[in-house]
């Protein structure tokens, strides 16, 4: 251990109320906190406190260190929110999400009163809390940036942001390049949220504008990537949009036993060992796995597209479908589905062990909204991507995986849509060609030798002296070298 080494140094963490975003962050601070003297604290409210001690305590039973969890209280009532509401449901429409960050915004109040008591050494603060530069900044704490999305996303965001080349076309389906970036990329406006090109002044782009700024003003930008993953874009970001960043991905490989992996997010609506047993009967390489993230909803015709696809291509699955579709209790299987799929097919109704499935040698393919942890779960397990991006930065991830790792096949998603209406779904045929494009078609074993030459890149970037690995040391020994000259 070096002399640094021997001094203690504690980092909080404070993520967005989002699955997508509470994950990955328990993820980190576990790789922190295995550190020599390194000390982990999570902040999050009491309805989401669940999503970190299950995890946490299965950690401990294996000896891992155990996070520190620090409750704040959420201001529900004060910003007219129901009971109960801690998190950012789509299902409660765009005013109740507005009134949910207003709340979040209330949060800085104990945010500040915590770091004046606690004095921690790093702050990593998500994305969406702009506010936390300034808050770390009252009491001389650095605070880092969590935005949980790829570098290409991060570059390509930018660069639209700040070029608007969505003004030089007429219509929302013609395409426009995004200029400058190391890739000749095309975007459509159809694939980018209205909010963001349509209002001048909207509140979306004010707050991407603030996020923006805090993030320039911050102690840098972490993550959740690897550096042979996406190297033209980890150094743009740096050289040429002038960041600090640090990769530290795949972070999902810091579960590394079993039981961990089982307890990622939510209690899982399976039994794990039923599922691996499941898993275990079939030949390598022979299941496709579709898997929509924690937010997106798909309604009760997109559902039965997909079952008719499924059925109609032969192949054995695990389908994730999250409360029945929709929430209400339309019929979205075809009749008979699930007696002929017996022992083809499994559905999940609820919540899946992901990782744990991806890793599985049975899988052969993953159908995903292309949420950035799960794509990044798909390239650590080796699996070739249907990609289906439905809103959020999904599109940019879409792109990167079919068109610049060429791991992927697109199913085609026209437009960016939180809830894709009836329009808008994708039929059966067209699912159907794209699950047999993956498995079967000409390219296919390409594919699959490149996603298996990622999954070893991924391997070794989060293995001692990896790239990761050693991002990872570099930013600690930054961190303490900036707590030396405070004190000094
Ligand atoms: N996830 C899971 N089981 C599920 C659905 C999602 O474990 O049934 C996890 C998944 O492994 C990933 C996260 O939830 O870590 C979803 O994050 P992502 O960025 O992929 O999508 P989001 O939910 O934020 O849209």
Not at 1 to 19: K, N, R, S, T
Not at 172 to 188: A, G, T
């Amino acid at each position: 251990m070096d002399v640094h080494e021997a001094q203690e140094l504690h980092v909080v963490f404070f993520p967005f109320m989002g699955q997508g975003h509470m994950i990955p962050t328990l993820d980190i601070a576990r790789l922190f906190s295995v550190h020599d003297n390194v000390k982990a604290t999570i902040i999050t409210t009491p309805l989401n406190k669940a999503t970190f001690t299950k995890a946490n305590e299965e950690s401990e039973k294996i000896g891992d260190p155990v996070i520190k969890i620090e409750v704040f209280k959420f201001p529900t009532k004060e910003v007219g929110l129901p009971d109960g509401y801690e998190s950012p449901d789509l299902s409660l429409g765009v005013g109740m999400i507005q009134k949910f960050f207003k709340g979040t915004e209330m949060l800085s109040e104990q945010l500040e009163e915590y770091l004046e008591k606690v004095r921690p050494n790093c702050l990593v603060a998500d994305m969406f809390f702009p506010w936390a530069t300034d808050s770390a900044a009252k009491f001389n704490i650095p605070r880092l940036v969590f935005h949980r999305i790829s570098y290409f996303s991060l570059c390509a965001q930018e660069i639209i942001r700040v070029h608007e080349p969505y003004k030089n076309v007429s219509s929302d389906d013609e395409p426009f390049i995004l200029p400058s970036l190391p890739h000749k990329v095309q975007m459509r406006r159809l694939h980018i949220s209205e909010d963001f090109w349509k209002s001048e002044g909207s509140e979306f782009k004010r707050r991407m504008a603030r996020i923006k700024e805090s993030e320039v003003r911050s102690y840098g930008v972490i993550v959740n990537s690897f550096y042979e993953l996406e190297p033209d874009y980890a150094d743009y970001f740096r050289k040429e949009l002038g960041r600090r960043a640090w990769s530290i991905g795949p972070v999902s490989m810091s579960n590394r036993r079993a039981e961990v992996k089982a307890q990622r997010g939510k209690q899982a609506s399976i039994d794990e060992h039923e599922c691996m047993k499941w898993l275990s009967s079939k030949k390598p390489d022979s299941v496709i796995y579709l898997c929509f993230g924690s937010t997106s909803v798909f309604i009760a015709p997109q559902l039965q597209e997909i079952a008719m696809a499924l059925e109609a291509s032969g192949k054995n699955f695990i389908w994730v479908v999250r409360d029945g579709g929709d929430g209400k209790n339309e019929k979205w299987l075809p009749e008979g589905f699930e007696q002929r799929m017996e022992g083809k097919g499994l559905i999940i109704r609820g919540w899946a062990p992901q990782v744990l499935i991806l890793e599985h040698e049975a899988i052969g393919a993953f159908v995903t909204h292309c949420g950035w942890n799960s794509i990044l779960e798909g390239v650590a397990a080796g699996v070739p991507m249907v990609t289906w991006p439905v809103f959020a930065e999904q599109f940019y991830n879409e792109l990167l995986v079919t068109q610049i790792l060429k791991t992927g096949v697109s199913v085609g998603v026209k437009k960016w849509d939180r809830k894709p209406s009836l329009e808008n779904i994708i039929k059966q045929e067209v699912i159907e060609t794209a699950l047999r494009e993956i498995m079967e078609g000409n390219k296919s074993e390409e594919r699959r030798i490149k996603t298996k030459k990622l999954k070893e890149m991924a391997r070794q970037a989060v293995e001692e002296g990896g790239s990761s690995y050693s991002d990872i040391h570099a930013l600690l020994a930054e961190l303490r070298g900036y707590q030396l000259r405070q004190q000094n």
